[in-house]
């Protein structure tokens, strides 16, 4: 009797101490509570297992946990905290198909836990189950609306299953709840963002900022948001504090890389494009925006190179085709050139710009009909593709349809005036018109 005593006050003095904050002197008390051999009651010394079980899984040794709350799991079969551990153990081992097991079970020994379903949810939706997930999200609020995880967690599962507006709305809420968690107005920035709310979506990522900072993926999301606004300069200096905070991250320096690009800074594009490629050697994207880089710069044998790579690395990536045709087609290599654009078609059949480009082609290699049938397509795709219009204008030009032409140059000269947007060699368009109307 004297054991179970002893065994009953180690364990309230472990209990004492683990509320506390104090894991390793509970562990301690623990420790010697079991060790004493008491067998009963049966129901304290499981609970004993399933207070060492949590305190190892707060210090991070799943597997002591696991061992710990396994052999209270024997002892009271029917204790639903038992499975919850268990399947938090099981998250932070990655294994989230054990874990989704564990918590379901725990979900059937007492469906009155919101945080089961919520760690439920997680579990489906890092299993991508999203929809799954969302159900689970429902009832945690449900049971407790006033968890701002749960609504965060929610608007994330949305978020991957492009509900920006719906994942907005939670996103709101979980920062009604709790203003000053920098990760809620990232999220929120990030899904406007997605959505062309660039300006709202700066304004959440300056407020995590504020709250956070000195999380680099603000900063460069924030960068992002302003490239998208053509505010480069503004981007830059986002990036840069991004890469002063983390110098590891791959995606900033390409996205700096871009900006330059945009600013038509060719050498800093470049060289921001190499320390991409430095931490991430294979990344089709980064050799893509290389490549463009020196092409626009004039290398386009050294561009080729680099679109070549990043076909090697992702030989379904239209662009890279598309490009290569292009710095294929400045060195008059226009067979090639051929190959590649009717490879990028094969890959984007959809893509107007592609069936104008290669129209060109087929224009300087003299096959007119196929030509002629690539113009026909890009127009029929995009009824604004003023180039396939030029070209189909030209080629008609050549067989002598001087109407035909005519009307091509004269609806681009209307395309033009509806959409400022768009720009045109406004000068040789109208000498063309001009020399058609005096025939």
Partial sequence: ???????????????????????????????????????????????????????????????????????????NPKDDKNFYLI?????SNRNYKEAFNNFDIAIKLNSRKSQYFYRRG??????????????????????????????????????????????????????????????YFYRRGISKSIIDQDEEAIKDFD????????ESDYFESRGESQSFLEKHKE?????????????KNSSVYNNRGNSYLSLANFIKAIKNYDEAIKIEKECSGYYLNRGMAYSLSARNE???KDFDKAIELNPSNSKAYRYRGDAKTKLHNHKDALKDYSKAIEINPSNSELYANRGFIRLNLNEL?????????????????????????????TCYQNKNALNDYLKIKRILQKNNNLSFNIQELNERINALENI
Avoid at 8 to 34: D, I, P, R
Avoid at 207 to 214: D, G, H, M, N, Y
């Fill in 1 to 75: 009797m004297n054991k179970i005593i002893k065994f009953k006050n180690l364990y309230e003095s472990a209990e004492k101490e683990y509320l506390a904050g104090n894991e390793l002197s509970s562990l301690q008390l623990l420790n010697n509570a079991l060790s004493l051999g008491c067998t009963f009651p049966k129901r304290d010394i499981a609970e004993a297992y399933q207070l060492r079980g949590w305190v190892n899984y707060c210090l991070d040794d799943f597997e002591k946990g696991l061992d710990d709350i396994n052999e209270s799991v024997f002892l």
């Fill in 235 to 247: 981007a830059i200096k986002n990036f840069d504090k991004a890469i002063e905070l983390n110098s």
């Fill in 302 to 304: 050294r561009a080729i």
């Fill in 122 to 183: 997680l579990s489906k939706s890092l299993l991508e189950k999203n929809e799954e997930a969302i159900k689970d999200f429902d009832r945690a609020i449900a049971l407790n609306p006033e968890e701002s995880d749960y609504f965060e967690s929610r608007g994330e599962s949305k978020f991957l299953l492009g509900k920006f507006e719906e994942a907005i709305k939670d996103f709101d809420k979980a920062i009604e709840l709790n203003p000053e968690e920098s990760d």
């Fill in 87 to 91: 399947g938090l153990i099981e998250s």
């Fill in 207 to 214: 407020r995590a900022i504020a709250l956070s900072p000195e």
């Fill in 369 to 397: 009909g196929f030509a002629l049938w690539d113009f026909n397509n890009a127009i029929k795709l995009d009824e604004r593709n003023i180039s396939a219009y030029y070209g189909r204008g030209i080629l008609r030009e």
